[in-house]
């Protein structure tokens, strides 16, 4: 029986691990070859290691495990010439673009001494790395094509990563976030004649490395010199309506295979949270 992605194909951001890789595996079972794209370096700013070509590679074979085809390439969104390259490379090899993941993203905390370019690194990665894959791949979607941008419950909760304590890198995570929301829908408008649809999904604590690292935990339980995962999930809990420490990435996932699929062809302009109520229980932010 034919996948709801039979035929298509869809470029990934940060794809190497996490979410980026969940959604590729996701569509992957679903009939999509995918174009996998990952910076596989690190950051200076952004404290918790970024993926690597290891983590890459093993997305691309979870991918053909699934016998679809994968294009796996090293590739910085800040960097527009390397991201037309790569797509320009994966539509040698698989023909076409149908759906792109716009999902690549970093949460550089202070850890030390706060530096503004922690603001600048996040907001070239999280906001202007969104517009720059948007960009290299518009040219070559068809009607009915769909862009899926990755948000934050973040942008919707006042106070949740401008406060001082958290560093100039979350306060731009923060912002990116919430410039992308308006983004989305001014794209989703001027798209919308060319049948081509943009979403954006909005998760709450998800069960990746940008929120298991030492940065985070000590934001959350800085009472303890060395939190674990086990001191913060009580913390994690409370920002959830239903009683979860954090939503797992193939429930992100999920919703991102429903937007890109036709199912969702009159789909666009849409902000949906995959939050477990979290903006339910704290519609102003969680309190500080």
């Known amino acids: ?149 990755t948000g934050s419950t973040a942008a919707m909760m006042p106070n949740t990563t401008d406060n001082p304590m958290m560093g100039p890198g979350s306060a731009g995570y923060g912002w990116a976030k919430r410039i992308l929301v308006e983004y989305t829908e001014q794209l989703a408008l001027q798209l919308a004649p060319r049948f081509i649809r943009v979403n954006a999904v909005h998760p709450t604590n998800c069960n990746t490395h940008l929120l298991h690292n030492e940065g985070l935990y000590a934001m959350f339980r800085p009472d303890l010199e060395h939190p674990t995962r086990e001191d913060v999930e009580p913390a994690f809990t409370m920002f959830q309506a239903m009683p979860i420490p954090y939503v797992e990435p193939v429930d992100i996932s999920n919703t991102v295979l429903f937007l890109a699929s036709d199912e969702a062809r009159y789909v666009t302009g849409q902000q949906i949270r995959v939050d477990a109520g979290s903006l339910l229980k704290f519609p102003m932010g969680p309190p500080s």
Do not use: W
């Open 1 to 149: 029986m034919p996948g709801r992605m039979e035929g298509k194909v869809a470029l990934i951001t940060g794809a190497a691990r996490g979410q980026g890789r969940s959604h590729a595996v996701r569509l992957a079972q679903e009939g999509a070859d995918i174009i996998a794209l990952d910076i596989c370096a690190q950051i200076e700013s952004n404290p918790y290691p970024l993926a690597t070509e290891e983590d890459l590679a093993e997305t691309a074979r979870l991918v053909e495990k699934h016998g679809r085809r994968a294009v796996a390439r090293k590739a910085d969104v800040r960097e527009r010439s390397e991201l037309r390259d790569s797509v320009a490379a994966g539509l040698a090899e698989l023909g076409r673009l149908d759906v792109v993941v716009a999902n690549a993203g970093i949460l550089p905390m202070a850890m030390g001494d706060p530096d503004p370019m922690d603001f600048v690194d996040a907001t070239d990665v999280d906001l202007i790395g969104v517009m720059n894959t948007v960009a290299v791949a518009l040219p070559h979607l068809p009607e009915y094509g769909s862009i899926v941008i």
